[in-house]
Structure formats: structure tokens, C-alpha cells
Nanobody, 121 residues
Framework: QVQLVESGGGLAQPGGSLRLSCAAS????????MSWARQAPGKGLEWVSG????????FYADSLKGRFTISRDNAKNTVYLQMNSLKPEDTALYYC??????????????WGQGTQVTVSS
């Protein structure tokens, strides 16, 4: 069965960095786009970033461009989210998401359990 296991969350200071990882199994990882989404306390789900199957094309929410970087290692079945210049408003539960197609992000069928990111001094 499809499994998406996130790690790397935790407490960071404003201006700090964290790197999230998502280990995928149960499907042909290199054949699907992958995304990250988040849900802040008391708010709805927000799509954060996506990456095509080969890793050649990436997408970001407009508010995050320049601070977050998505990447993937198809040999390790892992997708990453490097988060820099963190702000308190980045505090959220971050989810790894399997997309439905290799070169389309934002339409998904499986989600991980999430990893908590808290940005606070």
C-alpha cells in the first residue's frame, strides 16, 4: 500500500531553516509528481509546492517563492522541502502528497500523516 512518511519538522527560530523529508513506498515513485501542503492552526489546507516526476519542473505558492525549495531523489524514493528564512506564519502541519499524474501537481490521491513545524522565538 502507498505510504508517505514525513520527517524533519520541529521548532525553528524566525529566520531559521528546516529541511523536511518524505519517504515514499508502495508505488513507482519516479512515475508521479509530488507535492507538499500545509495546514496552519485554525486555517484551511494550503498547497505549498510541487515537483514533476523527473524533478525538472517545480512549482511554489506565490507567497513562498524564494524561501522554500522542493527537490526529489528518485533513487531514494524521497521528496524534500528546504525551508529557509522561516516566519512565524509558516507554523503548520506539513503534509507530503502524492499527485495523480507525473506532470501535474495539485491533484492528489494520497497524503502522509504530517510533520509539525513551529516557528517561534
Amino acid at each position: 500500500q502507498v505510504q508517505l512518511v514525513e520527517s524533519g519538522g520541529g521548532l525553528a527560530q524566525p529566520g531559521g531553516s528546516l529541511r523536511l523529508s518524505c519517504a515514499a513506498s508502495g508505488f513507482t515513485f519516479s512515475s508521479y509528481a509530488m507535492s507538499w501542503a500545509r495546514q496552519a492552526p485554525g486555517k484551511g489546507l494550503e498547497w505549498v509546492s510541487g515537483i514533476y516526476d523527473t524533478g525538472s519542473i517545480t512549482f511554489y505558492a506565490d507567497s513562498l517563492k524564494g524561501r522554500f525549495t522542493i527537490s526529489r531523489d528518485n533513487a531514494k524514493n524521497t521528496v524534500y522541502l528546504q525551508m529557509n528564512s522561516l516566519k512565524p506564519e509558516d507554523t503548520a502541519l506539513y503534509y507530503c502528497v502524492k499527485d495523480l499524474e507525473p506532470r501535474r501537481v495539485g491533484a492528489s490521491d494520497y497524503w502522509g500523516q504530517g510533520t509539525q513545524v513551529t516557528v517561534s522565538s
